[in-house]
């Protein structure tokens, strides 16, 4: 049961979203924040967006951490700036993740591969290359216009039972379904996980890679908490949300991409299958990182408000020096973490971002200006804030001309590093 707010665009989340228990405790407050992807265009400058509450609790039910309060996905997600085709390093892991579901499904020519939340269909066309039949369900209207001009068949809508149903109508039951960075998004993802169970044929495999709450935890990716991300899962709540939807986990590998993933191999829990024996190393990590325990969730809270206070620190140092700061990647986290520090454009004179779609936009909140590449070669700053550090190897390969003339990264996270 979810209670309206005020704002009709946003709800208190006052029962879990997995299991409905009320048994919510709170974690972390980061403040009032703008939608993280929504980037202000020049005219609309002047006009203030809605700031929505963002902080996240544990459900002491089911061990899902979620967010406490919920946006309309619609306002999210029915246009996207966001493509990850920008980066070589997602390229390479959709070549490595597209050979691994070809080598754990039997896939013949005929085998449907679905992919939900398929974006501009760049995931899509690994599979296309290995000769797979696929559809990508893409809820942005503008992307899924991209991946059809493309030549990646794509359904503009949000993924449900509603749509399982229609695509097992028209296409017929999928030997694969995929998911990459859209469980965390959706507020009701048993649902999501029924369609799954729904259009899933029998032997066949749903693989789905999600931010892991371990390396959030670990590494203080506090950044990463924004209202697109309702759910930041642990492999123990990501356990009975598969159960819930007639689903069973039978493999969960770490991944490096994004901060850290978890890629999670299920099947239909009618079918025999023998889980992985690392599904226990990792259940037993999740312990150790204390991310299924109030406590240890709440130690994580602190170290977040020791950061804030350690990255303006360092940016007040800077200035003191003379430094002139821009920040590099206008990504959702940095959003974040612009205003949970109070970083303002007095402090960060543009982002780069080498997406055309987010050029020439400003930051929600914090209007700071996004530019190109060519605009930090012709006027480069002291110190890049690097935004996007997730990809930190990728870019500062592509930008050794700038610290060979002196120039230094400011890496915020796991804690302030000045390279
Ligand atoms: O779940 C989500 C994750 C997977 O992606 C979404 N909700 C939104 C998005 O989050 P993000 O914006 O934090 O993602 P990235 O992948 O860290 O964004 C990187 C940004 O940096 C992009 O805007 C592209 C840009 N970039 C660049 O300008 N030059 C990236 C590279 C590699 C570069 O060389
Ligand atoms: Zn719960």
Not at 157 to 185: K, S
């Amino acid at each position: 049961m979810i209670t309206p707010l005020a704002a009709p665009a946003c709800r208190v989340v006052d029962a879990c979203l997995v299991c409905g228990s009320r048994d919510l405790a709170p974690l972390l407050d980061l403040g009032e924040h703008a939608l993280a992807n929504n980037l202000v265009t020049p005219d609309a400058a002047d006009t203030a967006e809605p700031r929505y509450p963002l902080g996240i609790q544990l459900c002491q039910s089911c061990l899902l951490v979620q967010l406490t309060h919920i946006v309309d996905p619609a306002l999210m997600f029915s246009s996207y700036l966001y493509v990850p085709s920008t980066s070589t390093t997602w390229l390479a892991h959709c070549e490595e993740l597209a050979d691994d579901v070809c080598a754990r499904a039997e896939l013949g020519p005929d085998s449907l591969l679905v992919e939900i939340g398929s974006n501009d269909g760049t995931l899509l066309r690994a599979f296309q290359r290995r000769g797979v039949r696929v559809l990508g369900v893409e809820p942005a209207t503008n992307i899924a216009a991209e991946a059809n001009a493309a030549g990646v068949p794509t359904l503009n809508r949000f993924f449900d039972e509603a749509t399982a149903e229609a695509i097992r109508q028209e296409h017929g039951p999928a030997r694969v379904i995929v998911a990459t960075n859209v469980l965390a998004h959706v507020p009701a993802p048993v649902r999501v996980l029924c369609g799954v169970r729904l259009l899933l044929q029998p032997g066949g495999v749903f693989v789905n890679e999600s931010p892991s709450l371990c390396d959030l935890v670990e590494h203080t990716e506090f950044d990463t908490i924004y209202h697109e991300h309702v759910s930041y899962f642990s492999l123990h709540a990501l356990r009975l949300l598969c159960a819930l939807a007639g689903l069973r986990i039978v493999d969960a590998v770490p991944q490096a991409i994004h901060g850290g993933s978890l890629r999670l191999v299920a099947v239909r829990a009618d079918q025999p299958w023998t889980p992985a024996p690392q599904i226990g190393a990792l259940l037993a990590r999740e312990q150790a990182a204390g991310v299924v325990s109030s406590a240890g969730l709440r130690a994580f809270a602190e170290r977040t408000a020791r950061l804030r206070e350690r990255l303006q620190a360092a940016v007040r140092e800077l200035q003191a020096a003379g430094q002139r700061l821009a920040a590099y990647g206008a990504t959702a986290k940095g959003n974040t973490l612009l205003a949970y520090c109070g970083l303002s454009r007095d402090d960060i004179a543009y982002i780069v971002d080498r997406n055309p779609l987010k050029q020439g936009r400003l930051t929600p909140g914090t209007r700071i200006p996004i530019v190109s590449p060519d605009h930090l070669a012709a006027d480069p700053p002291d110190v890049l804030l690097l935004l996007a550090w997730n990809l930190a190897d990728e870019i500062r390969n592509q930008l050794a001309w700038f610290h060979e003339r002196g120039g230094h990264f400011l890496v915020p996270v796991p804690e302030p590093r000045l390279c």
